[in-house]
């Protein structure tokens, strides 16, 4: 029995190790391993760049964003780029296959860029037969490079900030031909988990990302049908050679993974990784290790667009929104059938329905048919009372001969990367009374507030990601309020579509903000739902019923837990000016004595979408006390 599990162990070693070259081999690989060194490549940023290594924020050695054991040959390979090189141009000597294919194929970037550099000799170091690359590389047939960006949806924590991902283009395909391309996805595998875990697990890189390749139509499904997004899909100009290169690298990234960082090593830095493989003279990533320490989805849109690569985008709309256009371009009476229609309260027979013209039917159809599509993806709709009302819209469809008579959707005016950059740094100053005026710095790294230039975003949602403000006079500076996240996703009802509305954020604030001495900070964490109208184009207004937990040691009881209700008007109607004003007032709950209003009016004019003066005024009445001050920012994006 000793000597089986001795052979099986000596089997298990020769399968492992490293291959040693034998004769010439092991000469020629010492002699290229020596002229590697010679020329410096591991410190060559085409090699980096295929390790994926990223400086150290602190000084020293980098070290590589993937953590697959298996990308690496090297035992130290993640942080010695030099070890990696020597180790590669070892598993290029041996034949044995790994997932199979020769090791030469496998790593296929590293080997094309190291054959470049060193010359490889034939008839020392034989070109193995790369048979399942070429038949996936002839397959994709790829002509030209698409990066997409699917808009943010706030009603989503994964897609809060947007999406990108890559489209190959094969040759010969136009227009919604491209449908049937392949996209190049990077995403993480989160299994089930949703809320709190989700969120913490996705912060502190729990989760494992993976590139895969999937048809494009699959994940325009996914989001223009499913999670109703806006897709903008912007042509990179890469030449042929940087495309296959940009190709070899995916094909060595097969099954590696990496830690997946909502904030930061997230799907645009690793897309924006991939394709820093074309082009040593690209630089992407740098911006998101040096300069911000997160990479936001339309950051890294912006960072093609400065690279030179990034061309006019076509302009994909959501289902949700084509349904809004074709439901407004009907009269009256033509909606009011296709909602009741859907309802089950009305039929084809409806004369509604039989005194429309051809035309005129058409698009009534179509419109119930879309809307009674929708209210089952969202389970508002069971499938055997609306599967037979489909059918008989799409069997009266097929007998009627007039073509959709809708319009296409318009295109926004501004596209995402043309708004304002996600960071934003203010000054200002406070009256807080005749003898007390402040001066104010504030900083948010991200994202966008309802007073912002609202060009290329969502109108009406707020994201805010450690937004700080700190308040300074001649002799001290401290600070005011820290958000370390603030979400409202505000989704307007109408006759279509009746989402609700919520929002959440928490942080440190003070008991009395606009007190002349505020006092100490304190954590606090408040949220709520509701629901909003539009009355008037980009005119929104809302109402929340809300919670607040607020823990402060210059509160009577330590801390303040509070229920009541939030009103709001915000305004993006008059260019450049926008504007809002918001009331609130809470009542303690559960023992708490607490009676609060709130008031808050600005206005803000928008020079551009890079700087924007805030006139603001707000009222804080607390237990009988009142506070109220004047304020002007000045806030600049960037």
Request: with cysteine; glycine share 10%; proline share 5%.
């Amino acid at each position: 029995m000793k000597s089986v599990f001795r052979s099986a162990g000596a089997l298990l070693i020769c399968a492992f190790a490293p291959a040693v070259p034998a004769g010439d081999d092991t000469a020629y690989l010492a002699e290229l391993q020596s002229q590697a060194r010679q020329q410096r490549l591991s410190e060559q940023t085409e090699w980096t760049r295929l390790l994926h290594v990223q400086p150290s924020r602190w000084g020293g050695r980098g070290e590589s964003t993937l953590d697959y054991p298996g990308f690496f040959l090297a035992a130290d390979g993640k942080t010695d780029a030099a070890a990696e090189l020597d180790a590669t141009l070892a598993a290029f000597f041996d034949d044995r296959l790994l997932d199979g294919e020769p090791r030469q194929c496998r790593y296929k970037g590293r080997y094309e860029w190291l054959k470049a550099q060193l010359a490889f000799e034939p008839a020392r170091l034989p070109v193995a037969r790369c048979d399942k690359f070429e038949e996936w590389f002839s397959g994709l047939n790829t002509a030209g490079l698409t990066l997409v960006f699917a808009s943010n949806d706030l009603g989503s924590p994964s897609s809060m900030f947007g999406h990108t991902l890559l489209r190959l283009d094969a040759r010969g395909e136009q227009g919604d031909q491209r449908l049937l391309a392949y996209a190049v996805n990077y995403a993480a595998a989160t299994s089930r988990d949703a809320g709190m875990l989700y969120a913490l697990k996705g912060l502190g890189g729990f989760y494992q990302g993976h590139f895969s390749v999937m048809p494009y139509y699959e994940k325009v499904k996914e989001y223009e049908r499913f999670e109703h997004r806006d897709l903008w899909e912007y042509p990179l100009h890469m030449d042929g050679a940087m495309r296959t290169r940009v190709l070899w690298h995916l094909w060595e990234l097969r099954g590696v993974g990496s830690d997946y960082f909502f904030f930061t090593e997230n799907c645009s830095f690793q897309l924006l990784s991939l394709l820093e493989a074309a082009d040593p003279a690209l630089n992407l990533t740098a911006r998101f290790r040096r300069g911000a320490p997160y990479t936001i989805p339309i950051d890294s849109v912006r960072a093609l667009q400065r690279s030179g690569l990034l061309g006019e985008p076509a302009f994909r709309p959501a289902s949700a929104h084509r349904l809004q256009h074709h439901y407004r371009e009907l009269p009256s009476a033509s909606q009011d059938w296709a909602l009741d229609y859907v309802a089950g309260v009305a039929g084809l027979d409806d004369g509604r329905y039989t005194g429309a013209g051809e035309s005129a039917q058409a698009g009534m159809l179509e419109v119930a048919h879309d809307k009674l599509y929708f209210e089952y993806q969202q389970r508002e709709l069971e499938r055997g009372t609306g599967l037979p009302r489909a059918r008989a819209l799409l069997a009266e469809r097929s007998r009627n001969p007039a073509e959709s008579p809708f319009t296409p959707v318009p295109r926004p005016s501004f596209s995402p990367e043309q708004g304002h950059g996600s960071g934003r740094a203010s000054l200002g100053l406070r009256v807080a009374d005749a003898d007390h005026v402040l001066g104010l710095l504030g900083l948010r790294p991200a994202y966008h507030d309802r007073l912002d230039p609202p060009q290329g975003y969502l109108a009406g949602g707020e994201i805010e990601f450690l937004a700080a403000e700190a308040a300074f006079d001649d002799e001290h500076l401290r600070l005011e309020q820290l958000r370390l996240l603030k979400v409202e996703a505000v989704g307007t009802r109408d006759a279509l579509f009746k989402p609700w509305s919520w929002f959440t954020s928490a942080g440190l604030d003070r008991a009395r903000p606009l007190a002349p001495d505020s006092g100490s900070a304190g954590g606090f964490i408040d949220g709520g739902g509701g629901m909003s109208w539009t009355p008037l184009e980009r005119l929104q207004t809302y109402a929340f019923g809300m919670l607040s937990l607020q823990g402060n040691s210059d509160l009577d009881q330590g801390y303040d837990f509070a229920g009541g209700l939030r009103l709001g008007v915000a305004s993006q109607r008059w260019s450049p000016l926008t504007a809002e004003l918001q009331a609130e007032w809470l009542g303690g709950i559960a023992g708490a004595a607490l009676e609060r209003q709130r008031l808050r009016a600005e206005l803000q004019w928008n020079h551009g979408v890079a700087d924007g003066l805030r006139l603001g005024w707000r009222l804080d009445r607390r237990d009988g006390e009142t506070d109220q001050a004047p304020e002007i920012r000045w806030m600049h994006f960037f």
